[in-house]
């Protein structure tokens, strides 16, 4: 596949719940804010002061570490149960990941965010909804044109709560995946395609270049590559030219 998408786990601290000490819970929350500095902070990357720090001082939802790995989330997890840390909530993140790099990138394109809801707004007296979804949403190319197809239906959970706010039951149903779109490329054609180009283009110190090949009985387009590119997974750090991010191929006038 050109592109795949990977559910990741974010780790964040919700201060309001982690507060409420439940009755059976013997320990004080001095207590309670040390065992989450000590057993957590390692697989957060972070100093025991460090997560101490921001336990004790933070008054609203904060993120203690995004995008990690199953292996991980379930060490923290299971930590979180094992030591009762209520508090400490975790969020699932999906992210696109493109593995053959800059390989079509321009017909490909690539995601940025789309705002979320307000998590817990109220849906009625007694209940609670939180949406969660994908949280991302085509930008170019094809991740923007069947964007539609491709991001799938988000989740939702909702919470029964008591005359106090307290929920007491809760109701998931979780997202759905979305379509997958099959493309005409031949990915071994456009690969070659995309090497020659950017060694054309280096060898007449052009400026830029674009290669359309397309099957003229169907009309399907097989290759099309542009020079200078980039890798839509790295979109902070891959280029520092913007034009790159132009498909000349289609909006450069000849």
């Not at 001082?57 to 203690?64: F, P, Q, V």
């Not at 923290?76 to 209520?86: G, I, S």
């Not at 079509?104 to 940025?112: K, M, N, T």
């Not at 759905?176 to 005409?184: I, K, N, P, R, Y």
Request: charged letters at 25%; hydrophobic letters at 40%.
């Amino acid at each position: 596949p050109l592109v795949t998408s990977h559910v990741l786990t974010s780790v964040n601290f919700d201060p309001r719940l982690f507060r409420e000490l439940r009755p059976k819970d013997k320990r004080t929350l001095a207590e309670k804010y040390q065992e989450a500095a000590w057993c957590l902070a390692p697989l957060l990357g972070l100093s025991s002061q460090e997560l101490l720090t921001i336990l004790k001082e933070r008054n609203s939802l904060t993120s203690l570490r995004r995008r990690i790995i199953p292996e991980e989330a379930a060490q923290l997890q299971d930590l979180v149960k094992e030591h009762k840390l209520t508090g400490i909530v975790f969020n699932e993140e999906v992210v696109r990941a493109y593995p053959n790099q800059q390989l079509a990138a321009h017909l490909l394109g690539y995601v940025g965010w789309r705002e979320k809801p307000v998590p817990g707004a109220i849906a009625g007296p007694n209940i609670s909804r939180q949406v969660s979804g994908p949280g991302i949403r085509g930008v170019a190319g094809i991740e923007s044109r069947f964007d539609g197809f491709l991001e799938g239906k988000e989740g939702e959970a909702t919470l029964l709560q008591d005359a106090g706010r307290k929920p007491y039951q809760r109701f998931d149903l979780p997202p759905t995946s979305g379509a997958t779109v099959w493309l005409t490329i031949d990915a071994t054609l456009q690969r070659k395609t995309g090497l020659l180009l950017e060694q054309t283009v280096r060898q007449h110190r052009a400026r830029g270049g674009s290669v359309v090949i397309m099957d003229p009985w169907t009309g399907r387009i097989l290759a099309l590559a542009n020079a200078p590119t980039f890798d839509p997974g790295r979109m902070d750090r891959s280029i520092k030219d913007q034009s790159a991010y132009v498909n000349q191929a289609i909006s450069a006038p000849y």
